[in-house]
């Protein structure tokens, strides 16, 4: 099913963009499939194991504010989850879509309540560790503090 | 120092700044090389999918900056930066850069994007960071994160990192490396033009 919605959003040269992409448009889905009063992070937490497997360090989810506030708190509470922060990227007014293609996908219209737009990033003290692990000969890893 | 936009009217300054020193780093490109760079400018341009931020002084360009939009992730992607002498020491090229590193943040902050990529090895990154966040006012908003490292003679095998690059980097790996505005400053934006929205802070 998410071929399908790939070849139909991305027709052009972008095919390995796309591909790239998919992985983390199959996070957005999971979070629009499970309704609010159900627990998602131990799904997006599995996901997310294979999103890293595949070398993809961010997704997004779609939700009310209240709601991806309210999810923070299971982020904060899973050991896999609690691993990424994130940022706002977009508010998708009620009844409309997203101007930007990545963040329609998978989602319906909401006819009711605005939806905000979330990137979650794997944070970078995680991703050295990643990348230290695949012996690049000249990579430290730096994150922010060590520039101070 | 005037810092602004170019056309693709204007790409003669870019062959302009090849022809002073038609080195990147520590690579030298070909005559030929550069016109089909030109060229794939033009094509850029005038699709709206490039831009080249461009200083100059006393009417001659100093410094450019091209980058590539990429409309359907709200992401922009900085592909080349190139100062008129690659001689010229950071310290001073930082104050030169900055101007359009700051320039094209504002652009594309005003379209909603709030990322965007650039390819260094991981130690001019760092001289980057480090000191062009003294010059740059809006260096210092963004966070970042390392997407992928690119070995040196190797491509990413993302066509995404790939597309834009004007060659394989044989001096040391290449990391790209996601600059995303903090939400501090996304909350203020965003409210704009959605004044129900509240604005949670995250926990960086």
């Given at each position: ?148 | ?144 994160y390392d997407e992928v490292v690119i070995p040196r003679n190797e491509k990413s095998g993302v066509y995404f990192y790939d597309i834009n690059r004007l060659s394989v980097n044989t001096e040391s790996s290449v990391v790209v490396r996601m600059f995303v505005l903090k939400q501090e400053y996304r909350i203020p934006l965003l409210k704009k ?12």
């Amino acid at each position: 099913m998410p071929i399908d919605r790939e070849h139909h959003v991305f027709q052009d040269s972008d095919i390995e963009c796309s591909t790239t992409l998919l992985h983390e448009f199959m996070a957005h889905c999971v979070a629009i499939k499970n309704p609010t009063n159900k627990s998602v992070a131990p799904t997006l937490a599995k996901l997310c194991i294979e999103l890293e497997k595949k070398k993809y360090y961010k997704f997004w989810l779609a939700g009310t504010e209240q709601f991806l506030n309210n999810l923070n708190i299971e982020f904060q509470n899973n050991d896999c989850l609690n691993r990424y922060t994130w940022y706002d990227e977009d508010i998708i007014p009620a009844n409309e879509k997203s101007k930007t293609v990545v963040f329609n996908l998978n989602r319906q219209i909401d006819n009711t309540n605005d939806r905000l737009v979330r990137v979650y990033m794997l944070r970078q003290e995680s991703r050295i560790q990643i990348f230290r692990e695949m012996n690049h000969d000249d990579y430290t890893g730096t994150v922010v503090e060590n520039l101070k | 120092m005037e810092t602004r936009e170019i056309t693709a009217d204007e790409l003669h300054y870019v062959k302009f700044m090849f022809n002073v020193d038609p080195r990147i780093e520590k690579k030298t490109f070909t005559p030929e090389q550069i016109d089909r760079f030109i060229l794939h400018l033009k094509d850029g341009l005038e699709k709206h999918t490039t831009m080249v931020l461009m200083s100059f002084t006393d009417g001659d360009p100093v410094q450019m900056y091209i980058a590539y939009l990429f409309e359907k992730i709200a992401t922009g992607y900085v592909g080349l930066v190139k100062t008129i002498k690659t001689s010229v020491h950071f310290k001073t090229s930082a104050r030169m850069l900055a101007p359009a590193f700051d320039l094209l943040a504002e652009i594309l902050q005003e379209r909603g994007y709030y990322k965007v990529l650039m390819t260094a090895s991981e130690r001019n990154h760092n001289i980057r960071n480090l000191i062009m966040r003294q010059c740059s006012t809006h260096l210092g908003t963004y966070d970042w994160y390392d997407e992928v490292v690119i070995p040196r003679n190797e491509k990413s095998g993302v066509y995404f990192y790939d597309i834009n690059r004007l060659s394989v980097n044989t001096e040391s790996s290449v990391v790209v490396r996601m600059f995303v505005l903090k939400q501090e400053y996304r909350i203020p934006l965003l409210k704009k033009s959605n004044p129900a929205y509240v604005g949670t802070l995250n926990a960086n």
